[in-house]
């Protein structure tokens, strides 16, 4: 069984081959020029590109690479887990290029209702249990039970970038004309789209209100916590330090973002997040 998935993942190909899975580079676009995140552009790369007035679309996966890298295997079972459908088209075209395939039969496409550092997991969670010798179809239902447990939150610096990529609910996109304030999103239900969560006077304040949450709904040592920005670093080490005061005995993690979520998000940005394991 093979183990694919995208950049969504915060994996770059090249890390990819080191863990044994093949990973579909999403697509930034800057200026009529297209590059593919992590082969073509790096994140900080990208940061300064935007910082200079540049305004950036993002995009799923060229069909043609997903057709490449399914065709290299065409006697496995395939196993792809992709990026949230909504915030990104890239599990709907899985499953077209899947459906054009020889034998799609084979192509098991999971939509992880998640991205970044969630995601990340759940990809390590599958390549652990298949080295275990866990079937392709339990692998998949101890998947979705982490997915279960997962929620994320989202600190923008600037929120023209979530209106413009589209991915807020109507009453969430009238947050960004509110001054002085620090607003916290998460996902809708259905993990399509973004919607306000709360509002705080200050960074600290926010990381306090989802402190609040992780505590409400038992977030323990059972679980991983991931930090991921948008050149930011400092101040996703002051968030890990605020929430690791609390979290003793829960890991937490600290990625960039990739491009094509600074593209959503915007520099500046702090995604914060817990999966079950």
């Not at 937490?252 to 998000?265: N, V």
Request: glycine share 8%.
């Amino acid at each position: 069984m093979k183990i694919i998935t995208d950049t969504g993942s915060l994996y770059s190909p090249e890390e990819g081959k080191k863990i044994g899975i093949d990973v579909l580079p999403l697509n930034v676009m800057v200026d009529h020029k297209n590059y593919q995140e992590y082969v073509d552009i790096q994140s900080s790369e990208f940061i300064e590109i935007v910082k200079q007035g540049h305004v950036p679309t993002s995009s799923q996966p060229a069909i043609g690479v997903t057709m490449e890298v399914f065709e290299k295997y065409p006697d496995e079972e395939l196993l792809v887990i992709n990026m949230a459908d909504g915030l990104s088209g890239t599990y709907q075209s899985t499953l077209g290029v899947k459906e054009s395939m020889d034998h799609p039969e084979h192509i098991h496409v999971m939509n992880s209702m998640t991205l970044c550092g969630p995601q990340r997991y759940l990809v390590e969670k599958a390549v652990r249990l298949r080295d275990e010798g866990l079937s392709l179809e339990d692998i998949k239902k101890e998947l979705y039970k982490s997915i279960a447990g997962e929620v994320s939150f989202l600190i923008p610096q600037d929120f023209g970038f979530l209106k413009r990529g589209g991915r807020l609910t109507p009453l969430a996109a009238t947050v960004g004309g509110m001054l002085r304030i620090t607003p916290i999103m998460t996902k809708t239900k259905d993990a399509k789209r973004l919607e306000k969560f709360a509002m705080k006077k200050t960074f600290k304040s926010a990381i306090k209100e989802i402190i609040k949450y992780f505590q409400d709904n038992g977030i323990n040592e059972n679980y991983k916590i991931y930090i991921s920005h948008a050149g930011v670093l400092e101040q996703a080490k002051s968030a890990m330090e605020q929430i690791r005061a609390v979290f003793e005995n829960v890991a937490i993690e600290i990625y960039d973002l990739s491009p094509a979520f600074i593209t959503q998000g915007g520099p500046g940005c702090i995604a914060i997040q817990t999966i079950r394991k």
